[in-house]
């Protein structure tokens, strides 16, 4: 991910007379673009797959409602800004910073948050093994106490946000962070494990006892999918 792209307007300026915004919003999701557009990525399971955790019709309006618009809204800022460019109105594409590093991050954030999940028969819940795990109880003590803090870091959230592992990619230690709306996790930290903590992630199911659904969604983290991250960082 590209630092600088969710930053400032001026970098915003400094891509677009480098001809170079779409090639460097593109690695923001990996393979959820195609073309230069962004898609909507595929879950690889049904959307009423992690029930009673979190219900189908959750999941379904999370994905083809929250997430799509994300996506839809990327792509204009997208096609707005190289527009500007063609018209060489450099302070038009620097005031779409703000679009781009909101449904940008929309975007990042959940393609990720997809893939964090899984149900209970094809690895969801648990605890994490290996690596991971060692990795866990050196830089938080234990596995519980990774929770606990992860889950009063969520609960601290005012408003909407995002609490996440991540991994320094520096000193090479974990850490728990949040971020505020869909501001994705930048820079020197690699983000490994990112729980969803809008309302339109929980509210329908759980109402305003969100701390349940902060419980609950442990029973379908995908610890595979972090360890991999873990690995890659």
């Known amino acids: 991910m590209a630092t600088s792209l969710f930053r400032a307007a001026p970098s915003v300026r400094a891509a677009l007379r480098a001809g ?12 959820a673009f195609t073309r230069g557009k962004a898609t909507l990525p595929d879950l690889s399971y049904d959307y009423g797959a992690l029930e009673p955790h979190i219900s189908g019709k959750i999941m379904e309006i999370h994905h083809k409602g929250h997430h799509q618009t994300y996506v839809n809204n990327l792509n204009q800022a997208l096609e707005q800004i190289s527009e500007a460019k063609e018209q060489n109105k450099e302070m038009a594409a620097a005031a779409l910073a703000s679009a781009l590093n909101f449904n940008g991050g929309g975007h990042t954030n959940h393609t990720l948050f997809w893939e964090n999940l899984a149900p209970n028969n094809k690895g969801g819940g648990g605890e994490p093994e290996g690596s991971l795990k060692s990795a866990i109880e050196k830089d938080f003590g234990s596995f519980d106490t ?35 709306n869909q501001d994705p996790v930048v820079g020197n930290l690699a983000p490994l494990l990112g729980i969803d903590a809008w309302e339109h992630a929980y509210y329908l199911q759980y109402q305003n006892r969100k701390a349940e659904y902060f419980s609950a969604i442990w029973n379908v983290i995908n610890w595979s999918t972090v360890a991999k991250r873990m690995e890659k960082a």
Not at 20 to 31: E, N
Not at 147 to 160: D, E, H, V, Y
């Open 20 to 31: 170079s915004i779409k090639s460097r919003v593109a690695p923001l999701a990996g393979t």
């Open 146 to 180: 990774f929770k606990k803090q992860m889950n009063t870091a969520l609960a601290g959230i005012q408003g909407s946000g995002w609490a996440w592992l991540v991994k320094d990619k520096t000193a090479g230690t974990l850490q728990v962070v949040t971020r505020a």
